[in-house]
Structure formats: structure tokens, C-alpha cells
């Protein structure tokens, strides 16, 4: 009842006389209050929404974001089976990091780190970690290989002030993030201005007693060719015999990790290599598993440093953690356990002869319409991508193609400059996955070589155009 001095009420409006649940249910059907309101931004909304409308409101920004499918740079997985769906919903709710509550998920991490121990030729028994991916996997080798480097150099009774890496400049990003966060010089060995891998040559003069490792890429984010592996560590090898330098090998196998072991099993990158001690993987690239998925796995358990290993009681366990993140679902650990056993080796031989083979295809076509010159030759393993740059003289680059790919049906297919001393070369990469069949690549063939030709008529794009272009390489 209004009290005396309070107006009268006043006739409740159209939408006031409906009931919460007829309001509900025309906004079901005719959408929601943010058809003519922002979107919540700045601060909490103050009251909240129905589960249909919160649903509707995010859903309806995600159709700016690119196709996943059509995303032609990432080396990420962007489909898996169904089951595989299934069963990561199905374990959403499960805190990885708590063994003690979820011991079985545990089982299943070592179960993978033993098959990829085994994979990648380990000699007896070892250790690993599951991570976020290949870069909290290569922070935590590295780690490992620094604290290692200065128990050595404690023993000898030297300096450990001034620890340095060395690797090449076709490296990840995450290595040099790895040297600036943890107080490393990193000793970056330039390429040639037409080689675009690093061997034993390129290498050997950076190393001393103060370096903590080497690093080589099998499959590099610029044009998915390896290192010289054997090479470097034929090098290492003489150098320990020779100057008692004993320089540990990291293998980033981020993307090569599993393609190799099926498409090139003779050749050897991984621990039947005495100077490999680790190697990291990212389950979510070829490991053909949703973001976050990655893996280090070492030589012998002595490669990891224990120094790092924290040991906790949880519930009345002792329980070790060797991760730079500590809680994180569990949903892709499972997801990588269901490929191991869903596809067996096998079925990875089949998948990554079908990327392949696609790959070799598009090669072709992209060689035979003249434009285009391919990076690398038939007979060199590399992943399955094709890498690519123009041939001859053109009123337009590649950044060009680029953009105009983007606008004629979306493909994102990345152009960038490779690093220094092959700075002057720009190159085009498209990663050939499983969701990029043979009508795709003829399509895409197609639609690459028809850019050309709309560039030859119009010349070279906006600079606003070009612009936005992914010049971004390691994802
Ligand atoms: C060779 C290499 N190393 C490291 C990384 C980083 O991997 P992630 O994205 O799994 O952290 C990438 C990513 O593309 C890569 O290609």
C-alpha cells in the first residue's frame, strides 16, 4: 500500500503488464534487449540476463571473427571427430592440476609422455610434462637446461653469470621471450639470405662454456623445413670429444613432432641423436588436438632438473608439479589419449600422407599458374604446407595477394618477411590440414591464381588494405 505522501502509482506500460515469462518468451523469439542497447563493457551489467539471451549476445559477436576452417596461417588444430567432442565436454569440469581428486587423469598424462618417449626414440625410461604448449614446454627445457648449466659450472668453481642460448633466426618468438624473462643472452645465428635453416657451421663459433644449450627447429614457422640436425649434433659431438664442451641439444619439435616419426622415419631429429636431450611438441598443432595441448619429454629422468620439481601434500598425497601454470582442464589431455588410441600410428601415417599429399598438389597448381615460385623442392621433408613467394617482376607483392585472397572469399593466407639476413624475402604460407581437402586446394589454386590476374588489371592494393594482411607467423 503507498503510504500518504507517496503519488499515486502510475498505470503500468504495455511491456509491464506482460509477465516476466511472455517477455522471455518474445524475446526468444524476436531477440533481445541488446538488439538496441550496448553490450555490456565497461562494468558488470546491474542486473543480469536470461541464459538464452547471454547465449544470444555472445554468439552474435562471434560471427566477426574469422572462419577457423578458412584460416589458412595457423598451424592449430580447428576440427576434431565428434566422439573427441563429446568426450571434452564431458570433462570440462575436471581441475587437471588435482591429482589427488582426479588420479586417473594423471595416469593418462604419463601414459601420453611414455608413447611420445617411445615416438621420439628415448633409449629406457624417462619423464615429461603435458603444458599449455610447445611455448611453456620450451620455457621449462630451458629451464631445465640453465639450472643444469649452473650445477656444472658451480662444480668447476666458475662464474654462472652470464648463461647464454644459441639458436638460429628461424626460430619461435617464444625463444627469445624465454632469454629475456629468465636472464639469458640469446646468441641468434642469422640465416643466409638464401638458406632459411641453420647447420653445424652456422652455429659452432657462437658456443662456449657459458652456453646453456643449443636449439634446432624441425619444422620452422616460416617454411616448415628442419634444422640440420644430424649436423649440429655431429658438431657437439666432436666438440665434447674434442674441447670437453659438453653442449645439451633442444629439439623444438613444436609442429614437427608429429609429422616426422610418420612421413620421415628414417630421419633422424630426436633421441637417437646423443646430444638431443629434450624435446618439446605441441599436441595441438599436428598432434591434430584443440588449443592448449603440449608436451616436453626428456632424454633420461636426470635431464630434468630437480631443483625444479616441487613436491606438495594435497589431500594426504605427496604430489611433484613441473609446470609454469598450476590449475588447467583436463579435456585435452584426454583429447590427446583418444587420438593415440583412435588413430594409433597408423592412422597418423594416413593423416599426415593426406596433408601431404594435398600440399604436394596445391604446389603444384600454384607452380604450374606461373606466378609463383615454391620455397624448397619435392625432395626436402618439410611439414604439410606450402610456402611460397612471386617469381618475376609484378606491380604488386606478396602482401598484395594477400590482402586480395582475404577479400575475394576470406582465405587468411599470411605474408611476412622472413628474418635477418633474409630479410629482403617475402613469403606466402599455407598450412594444408585436414579440413583443407582436394576440392579446397583446387578452389584455393584457383582463387590464387585469379588474385593475380585482378592485381595484374588494378596493380598493387590501399596501403589501408594491405594492412590488413596476417603478417604473423607462429601460431
Ligand atoms: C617451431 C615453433 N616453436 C614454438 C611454437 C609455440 O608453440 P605454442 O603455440 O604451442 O605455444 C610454435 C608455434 O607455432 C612453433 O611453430
Keep these: 500500500m503507498p503510504g500518504p505522501h507517496e503519488p499515486p502509482p502510475r498505470a503500468p506500460t504495455a511491456a509491464e503488464r506482460l509477465t516476466r515469462q511472455q517477455i522471455e518468451a518474445l524475446e526468444g523469439t524476436y531477440g533481445n534487449r541488446y538488439l538496441l542497447e550496448p553490450a555490456p563493457d565497461h562494468k558488470l551489467p546491474k542486473d543480469g540476463m536470461s541464459a538464452e539471451e547471454a547465449l544470444g549476445l555472445v554468439r552474435e559477436e562471434m560471427v566477426l571473427d574469422g572462419l577457423p576452417a578458412r584460416n589458412l596461417a595457423t598451424f592449430v588444430t580447428t576440427w576434431m571427430e565428434p566422439e573427441a567432442d563429446e568426450l571434452i565436454q564431458e570433462s ?3 581441475n587437471f592440476i588435482d591429482h589427488a581428486e582426479y588420479p586417473q587423469s594423471a595416469e593418462i598424462e604419463q601414459r601420453c609422455i611414455r608413447m611420445l618417449a617411445d615416438l621420439f626414440n628415448a633409449p629406457g625410461e624417462t619423464t615429461g610434462a603435458r603444458t599449455q604448449g610447445s611455448s611453456e614446454a620450451i620455457m621449462l627445457g630451458a629451464l631445465s637446461l640453465k639450472w643444469k648449466w649452473r650445477a656444472r659450472m658451480e662444480a668447476a668453481g666458475k662464474a654462472t653469470d652470464r648463461p647464454n642460448l644459441v639458436f638460429g633466426g628461424d626460430v619461435h618468438v617464444v625463444w627469445e621471450k624465454f632469454c629475456r624473462y629468465f636472464d639469458v643472452e640469446p646468441r641468434i645465428v642469422p640465416l643466409s639470405p638464401d638458406r632459411y635453416t641453420i647447420g653445424p657451421g652456422d652455429v659452432e663459433g657462437h658456443i662456449d662454456e657459458n652456453t646453456i644449450g643449443v636449439a634446432a627447429v624441425l619444422g620452422t614457422t616460416f617454411t616448415g623445413h628442419a634444422d640440420d640436425i644430424v649436423g649440429i649434433n655431429e658438431m657437439l659431438v666432436a666438440m665434447k670429444a674434442e674441447k670437453g664442451l659438453d653442449v645439451p641439444l633442444h629439439v623444438d619439435a613444436a609442429s614437427g613432432g608429429f609429422v616426422w ?50 613436491y606438495e601434500n594435497y589431500l594426504g598425497k605427496r604430489d611433484a608439479t613441473f609446470t609454469l ?33 594435398n600440399a604436394r598438389t596445391l604446389a603444384r597448381e600454384i607452380e604450374n599458374a606461373g606466378d609463383f615460385e615454391i620455397i624448397g623442392s619435392e625432395d626436402q621433408e618439410q611439414l604439410p604446407l606450402v610456402a611460397f613467394k612471386l ?50 586446394t583446387t578452389a584455393l589454386g584457383a582463387d590464387i591464381a585469379q588474385a593475380c590476374r585482378i592485381l595484374d588489371a588494378k596493380g598493387g592494393l590501399h596501403p589501408a588494405e594491405r594492412k590488413r594482411v596476417k603478417t604473423n607467423t607462429g601460431f
Aim: hydrophobic fraction near 45%.
Design 391 to 440: 617469381a618475376g617482376q609484378h606491380a604488386y607483392d606478396e602482401f598484395d595477394v594477400a590482402a586480395q585472397l582475404a577479400a575475394e572469399r576470406g582465405w587468411m593466407v599470411p605474408a611476412y618477411t622472413l628474418p635477418p639476413n633474409a630479410e629482403h624475402v617475402k613469403i606466402m604460407r599455407v598450412l594444408v590440414k585436414e579440413t583443407l581437402g582436394h576440392t579446397l
Design 325 to 357: 601454470n598450476f590449475s588447467t582442464g583436463d579435456a585435452m589431455v584426454l583429447a590427446q589419449y583418444y587420438n593415440f588410441a583412435r588413430l594409433g600410428h597408423s592412422g597418423y601415417r594416413y593423416v599426415m600422407e593426406t596433408m601431404k599429399y
Design 261 to 310: 616419426p610418420f612421413l620421415y622415419p628414417h630421419s633422424e631429429w630426436d633421441f637417437r641423436l646423443e646430444q638431443v636431450r629434450s624435446i618439446n611438441v605441441s599436441g595441438h598443432k599436428f598432434g591434430l588436438v584443440y588449443p592448449g595441448i603440449g608436451w616436453l619429454i626428456f632424454r633420461e629422468k636426470a635431464d630434468l632438473c630437480e631443483d625444479l620439481v616441487f
Design 92 to 94: 570440462l569440469r575436471v
